[in-house]
């Protein structure tokens, strides 16, 4: 019997893991279908029950019921713990396991496919939403020297920044605050989705080894141009993050691990 997979969201049309787990399956000849679900307000649990009830194994959850999907289930993996909110769900002997695979996605992103190791890296993320929580425990898990998250409410980041604990050396700031001397940016802002940039100051960018937009299919945005301006020595989006989100999701539901990188070339938007 065919397996069945899905991801549910709202709005669901602009999703990209149909085509991404379909190509998964074909690479490993796997009998499973995945099929986008547009979930009302307020319908989210019942459908995720309906769904298991019909034989569904496994879900990616997007926005706005990310949050909702690490709430109900019985048992959240680290990851999703940390940030409070799930991308992938698993239904296992009668228990739904939650996980949380940007931030992990994120980094494999940066190591495999654009050759920049983060360990001993000083690191700052912009914006303290969703993003930023997700990627805090991948990126301390591969050996960062220090992250700085900055935002415009420095409460709100300090408390992004305590997550951890003393795990690693994770400090929070104002943006005017931001000086010269990160290895890697990150922006977990929604700016880019707007055609903005985030208050960065450009000294921030100078030396810097990679800039990293998670949006993607946006272009050179407001945020890699700055970097751009200032000399960053690479720039990139997030399209290699949606994909290796998905193969982490894909290898955690099926055992197998797909390849990547002729469907990041396929989605990939020039940087121009």
Not at 24 to 44: C, K, L, R, T
Not at 84 to 89: D, R, V
Not at 208 to 232: N, S
Not at 256 to 265: D, F, G, N, Q, R
Request: hydrophobic share 45%; charged share 20%.
């Amino acid at each position: 019997m065919t397996d069945r997979y899905a991801v549910f969201g709202n709005p669901i049309a602009q999703t990209k893991s149909p085509k991404l787990h379909t190509a998964f399956a074909e690479q490993f000849g796997e009998d499973m279908s995945y099929e986008a679900w547009e979930i009302e307000a307020g319908g989210f649990e019942e459908a995720v029950h309906a769904f298991i009830e019909h034989g569904g194994q496994g879900l990616n959850v997007t926005a706005p019921f990310k949050v909702e999907a690490e709430a109900m289930a019985d048992d959240s993996r680290e990851s999703a713990a940390i940030c409070g909110a799930a991308n992938c769900l698993k239904f296992e002997d009668g228990r739904i396991i939650a996980e949380n695979f940007d931030g992990i996605g994120l980094v494999r992103d940066i190591r495999r496919n654009l050759g920049v190791d983060p360990k001993g890296k000083r690191v700052l993320i912009a914006g303290a939403g969703g993003a930023a929580r997700g990627a805090l425990e991948p990126l301390i898990e591969a050996g960062v020297a220090e992250i700085v998250i900055a935002n415009r409410s420095v409460e709100r980041a300090q408390e992004v920044a305590g997550l951890l604990g003393p795990r690693g050396s994770i400090t929070a700031c104002g943006y005017e605050a931001l000086e010269p001397g990160f290895d890697i940016l990150l922006n977990g802002t929604s700016a880019s989705l707007a055609g903005a940039a985030p208050p960065i100051p450009g000294v921030a960018f100078v030396g810097a080894e990679l800039a990293y937009d998670l949006a993607y299919g946006k272009g050179l945005t407001p945020f890699l141009a700055q970097a751009k301006e200032y000399r960053a020595r690479q720039i990139a989006d997030g399209v290699g993050m949606l994909v290796e989100q998905a193969a982490e999701a894909f290898h955690w539901w099926r055992g197998k691990w797909p390849e990547t990188s002729a469907l990041i070339a396929e989605l990939t938007v020039p940087l121009e």
